[in-house]
């Protein structure tokens, strides 16, 4: 009996692990569909923004400080048709990204190539030369750092691990930066969640332009319910009312949308109400895809031209790329890929309160916003960026800096610091996952007793 028993138990054990790869194939779990999706869209932008390895992407920057089973993800680059494809084991749960001039990589996690490639703009952003020209107006710094401030930049513990740029500047001029091994001025570097602020701006030059106003309801055309009582301020503050998770550290809406759906900004708004407009801070990636969503539909033909021709080109941001979901809508919440230097340019911009080179381009105390505060405790603002630095955040505890001290944040160690008081930026870059540790504010703190 016994004998009989453990002979069907076998045969049980071996029809169920036939069946995996069948599973695998028909059904992939999510949790592999987001693991390929993240490694077919990262590799893709590093190798054809970014101009990296692709094996070096695939190790050091989704690999290296990911979840485990993206260890088993497999993939491969076609050059010719800018096309990246992923599948864990090289078999199963197949996703992909694709490369447009312009426009950079977006996911095409159903791996509709047709559909990706009819987003695309004519000309594709090239990065500035070196030029004798002082920054921003060129590329060369100001003067050598101060020894205090080379000590600071030198300093491991201050900078980070996984630091890829550092900047500091200085009544506007570059007086220090310093970059990782296998990193260069000249190396295009993701912003992820600092992409929310440039959005901001985008919205702002629309403001200007009378063809948004935060007070605009009824923002899109499927919300005809209680959803149309959402306002733009709403939706910029973080204060929607939508349902949205934001967790990382699993399968959760966010990851879903980034690396699921092929059209991101159409999930975020079929998102529900949980909560009466403009009453409860929740942050949400999602609420950024829907924001760009709605000025594009403002724009219609015009929109994909749109940030290079009122913000990147007045700035000079000649690298950035701001990259679109597979149906076109840029990835607002996420994937801006720009120079460390362009980066700073914007930073600039916004230290001083919106003009640049004499023109206003963002309107009266439209920056004032991105410094007052949404009411949350978290540190959040009326306009996409923060009062409060990570580790503050975190802590609750001040850091100690200039009273009027606000941030641009990217989750994975990105950060731009600006001290409109001090006339300073700091920008700090790197790939820094939240769980090392580190957090900037002890480097900001730093160059700010240094540049006194």
């Known amino acids: 009996m016994i004998r009989k028993l453990l002979i069907g138990l076998g045969a049980v054990l071996i029809a169920g692990l036939a069946g995996v790869p069948i599973w695998l194939f028909v059904a992939p779990p999510e949790l592999l569909r987001v693991a390929d999706g993240y490694a077919a869209k990262i590799v893709c932008s590093n190798v054809f923004l970014a101009g990296r390895d692709a094996q070096a992407v695939l190790a050091e920057d989704v690999q290296a400080p990911g979840n485990p089973a993206l260890k088993l993800v497999k993939i491969k680059v076609d050059t010719e048709a800018h096309r990246v494809t992923a599948r864990f084991l090289g078999l199963f749960a197949p996703s992909g990204a694709l490369y447009r001039e ?118 899109l055309p499927q919300w005809s319910d209680a959803r149309g009582d959402i306002r733009l301020r709403d ?31 159409a999930f975020a708004a079929a998102m529900p109400l949980t909560a009466k407009p403009g009453t409860a801070y929740s942050y949400s990636t999602g609420t950024s895809f829907i924001l760009a969503r709605i000025w594009m539909n403002k724009l219609g033909a015009q929109a994909l031209p749109y940030p290079r021709e009122a913000l990147f080109g007045p700035l000079g941001m000649t690298s950035a790329v701001l990259e679109t979901d597979e149906h076109g809508t840029f990835a607002a919440g996420s994937y801006l890929y720009a120079t460390p230097r362009d980066w700073a340019r914007f930073g600039q911009l916004l230290l001083q309160d919106g003009v640049w080179d004499g023109e ?74 939240w769980d090392t540790g580190y957090r900037p504010e002890a480097l900001v703190r730093a160059v700010v007793e240094a540049s006194k």
Not at 240 to 250: H, I, K, P, T, V
Request: hydrophobic fraction near 40%; charged fraction near 20%.
């Open 102 to 219: 312009g426009l950079g990589c977006a996911s095409v996690p159903d791996r509709n190539w047709t559909a990706a490639q009819s987003a695309h703009l004519t000309e594709a952003p090239v990065i500035a030369p070196e030029t004798d020209a002082l920054w921003p107006e060129g590329s060369r710094d100001e003067t050598a750092p101060s020894p205090a401030i080379a000590k600071i930049l030198a300093d491991p513990q201050l900078t980070g691990p996984g630091m890829r740029a550092v900047l500091i500047i200085k009544d506007g001029r570059i007086v220090a930066e310093t970059y990782g091994k296998g990193f260069t001025a000249q190396t295009r570097l993701l912003g992820w969640s600092m992409t929310k602020t440039v959005n901001a701006a985008l919205i702002g030059r629309l403001v200007q332009a009378g063809k948004l106003s935060l007070e605009d309801k009824a923002l």
């Open 235 to 265: 939706l910029t503050a973080m204060k929607s009312g939508l349902a949205f998770n934001e967790d990382y550290g699993d399968v959760s809406d966010v990851s879903r949308m980034l690396y699921v759906q092929p059209d991101m900004a």
């Open 360 to 433: 206003r381009l963002l309107p009266e105390n439209f920056v004032g916003l991105m410094r007052t505060s949404n009411g949350s405790a978290q540190g959040y603002t009326q306009m996409q960026t923060w009062l409060k630095g990570p580790g503050e955040s975190d802590t609750g505890h001040s850091a100690g800096l200039p009273a009027d001290t606000f941030w641009l944040r990217g989750h994975d160690g990105q950060s731009i610091t600006i001290m409109p008081s001090h006339n300073l930026i700091v920008l700090r870059m790197g790939l820094t996952p």
